[in-house]
């Protein structure tokens, strides 16, 4: 997603500028730009591609205007060319924008009509022409931008530099979030705090519908009705050194390294580890007893991290549990239940889709709870309950450690509904949390199989097709697998429940389809291992994942990956390891661009 970056500095603030755009890449983007003012006038400088190619521009012909704003785009409207970068701009107003302004058409028409030439695609580029002729017509700045956000509809966070203002900027949002950044003598504007991180770790949060004007003194917010209103200042934990990536080749490698540590981290929140029960705080952040439903929503990863939860909610809590992709909730016209409690899982708690949903739910009248990686994000702020993931922040854009974050905190809070329930009695709670506590150390050496997996890749980077079968819950972990695969290594991969194989998708097999199967020795197994055999049958090259009983009962197979045999609920915290590191190695053999896959964003603030 775009990134949005503004500084009124001391001295020149294009080097800052684009070095905070840089924090701002795991967002994913295809073209950079930044524009500053010199002697009172806009000067920009766009690039398409990645950040380097706009330092070149830069190099070429610098700017050196104290007050500037700066932007990474990840395309939309238009393709990812110079003309189509932001900032968009008027010889009175430059623009950067992030989200989409879905009444765009119209008002370019508006706009052309009085004299307005367009010179992009793009649905910003009208904004500054809005602005420009509020302007003209003897608006002040903070006029102009009131009057033209009440003509915007959409989602979206923008920041505004006024030619002749070297004291101003001006942001808003509604939707994408926005940071206000405060410094000595100096403003800043963000699209998070990891992008101001080195800048400052004073930071103001807009609410939704907030605009800030943002001058050296300081920054006054208004709301969505233009009346003033204080936002707090908080104190980001953010570290400045965050863009590290240690020893390892990508972010992903290291985010992936980093799951035993986190998860633990994730599950101490939820567990008492000292008496090996369910954490107090844990049972009663709901009244699990009163729930006759759940319904979880979340996009991509997260949603297969809700479909895991359902097997677990509905096996240990007997809790009916309805799940949806969040792009679908809203429109399916569930009859939801009034006081009954939706659950929405997000990494960013940003994801425009899940966001809707849990409007659309909150406005059903339901209960919200949400489990989140970024604390201060919109979905945590829109929560009545918040189930905090302490993933730390994820920059590879395919998510590893979240994820299983996320079913950390879902097995945690299954085992409190299912007590709650009185669904598990306290010799089942011992002995599901000691399995839960056990996790990290399995996933550590789980870890150790990596060798193994990177040979494997080459093979694996051979194909244009693979499948992944799964039963129960290894058939999310199996759709997990094949999303990891297809997002970095942009090989075409599909993921399907074990027993859904004869039903379509075995047709497509031959002998130069490798077919990954995630069967943790369970009561699944058998049927899984039939499963297989139709696969050897028709020359399919099985690659199964494993525990050790399980290699030995399933006979021969093209290659087995062997993890350590562990307890059955916790299996999909254990076999996420080895599909991530499949596809991480698959990519790494393709040569992709890991960490920051072809059109893919971090953050989904659109819908
Ligand atoms: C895949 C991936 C995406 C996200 C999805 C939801 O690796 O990262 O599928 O899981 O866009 O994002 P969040 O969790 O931020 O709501």
Redesign the pocket.
């Known amino acids: 997603m775009c990134g949005i970056v503004g500084i009124i500095g001391k001295t020149a603030v294009s080097r800052q500028i684009v070095e905070s755009l840089r924090r701002l890449e795991y967002r994913g983007y295809d073209s950079a730009g930044i524009a500053t003012l010199e002697g009172g006038v806009i000067l920009r400088r766009r690039a398409p591609g990645k950040l380097n190619n706009l330092d070149a521009v830069l190099s070429e012909r610098p700017l050196s205007g104290h007050v500037g704003i700066g932007h990474t785009r990840w395309a939309t409207h238009g393709r990812p060319n110079e003309v189509n970068a932001h900032p968009h701009a008027t010889t009175r107003v430059a623009v950067v924008h992030n989200g989409i302004i879905e009444n765009f058409r119209e008002l370019r028409e508006e706009a052309a009509a009085k004299g307005a030439r367009m010179e992009s695609e793009t649905d910003t580029e009208v904004v500054a022409h809005l602005v420009t002729q509020a302007l003209e017509e003897g608006k002040s700045p903070k006029e102009a931008v009131a009057a033209t956000l009440k003509r915007l509809r959409g989602a979206f966070a923008l920041a505004f530099l006024f030619s002749g203002e070297n004291d101003l900027l001006i942001g808003a949002r509604r939707g994408p979030p926005l940071a206000v950044g405060y410094g000595e003598g100096e403003m800043f504007l963000g699209s998070d705090a990891i992008a101001l991180a080195p800048l400052t770790n004073r930071i103001s949060y807009l609410e939704e519908g907030d605009w800030v004007i943002l001058t050296h003194a300081g920054a006054v917010f208004f709301d969505e009705n233009d009346q003033p209103v204080q936002r707090a200042i908080t104190l980001s934990q953010i570290s400045g050194n965050l863009i590290d990536k240690g020893n390892y080749r990508h972010f992903m490698a290291k985010e992936i390294h980093e799951q035993p540590e986190v998860v633990s981290h994730t599950l101490s929140h939820y567990l008492d580890l000292t008496t090996g029960t369910i954490a107090p705080a844990s049972l009663e952040a709901v009244d699990f007893k009163k729930l006759s439903r759940l319904a979880i929503s979340?996009?991509?990863?997260?949603?297969?991290a809700g479909l895991v939860g359902r097997y677990w909610f509905e096996r240990y809590a007997r809790l009916p549990v309805d799940i949806d992709i969040?792009s679908e909730f809203r429109y399916r016209e569930a009859p939801l239940d009034p006081g009954g409690l939706a659950l929405m899982?997000?990494?960013?708690?940003?994801?425009a889709d899940?966001l809707a949903t849990l409007r659309y739910c909150r406005s059903a009248g339901l209960k919200i709870g949400a489990i989140?990686?970024?604390p201060s994000s919109t979905?945590a702020r829109e929560s009545d309950v918040i189930f905090k993931t302490h993933a730390g922040t994820e920059i590879g854009?395919?998510?590893?450690k979240?994820?299983t974050c996320?079913l950390a905190a879902l097995a945690a809070l299954s085992l409190a509904a299912g007590k709650a329930r009185g669904v598990i009695d306290p010799a089942e709670e011992h002995d599901l949390v000691k399995a839960l506590m056990e996790v990290p150390r399995l996933m550590a050496e789980t870890l150790k199989i990596e060798p193994q997996i990177e040979r494997l890749a080459k093979s694996l980077a051979k194909a244009s097709d693979v499948l992944y079968l799964g039963r129960g819950t290894s058939f999310p972990i199996a759709l997990?697998g094949a999303?990891?695969l297809k997002?970095?290594s942009y090989i075409h991969a599909e993921g399907y429940a074990a027993g859904e194989l004869k039903h379509g998708p075995i047709a497509l097999i031959d002998e130069t389809m490798p077919v990954v199967v995630v069967a943790p020795y369970d009561h699944l197994f058998e049927k899984t291992v039939s499963n297989m055999q139709e696969v050897a049958a028709r020359g399919g090259r099985v690659i199964l994942i494993t525990d050790a009983q399980g290699a030995k009962e399933a006979g021969d197979v093209y290659a087995s990956i062997i993890v350590p045999t562990a307890h059955s609920f916790i299996s999909p915290l254990i076999y996420a390891i080895p599909i991530q590191l499949m596809a991480y190695h698959t990519a790494v053999v393709m040569g992709t661009d890991v960490d920051q896959p072809r059109s893919?964003?971090?953050?989904?603030t659109v819908e």
């Open positions: 979340a996009c991509g990863t997260a949603f297969y969040a899982i997000s990494q960013s708690g940003e994801t899940t989140v990686n970024v979905m854009v395919a998510s590893t979240a994820f996320q997990e999303l990891k997002e970095i893919l964003a971090k953050s989904v």
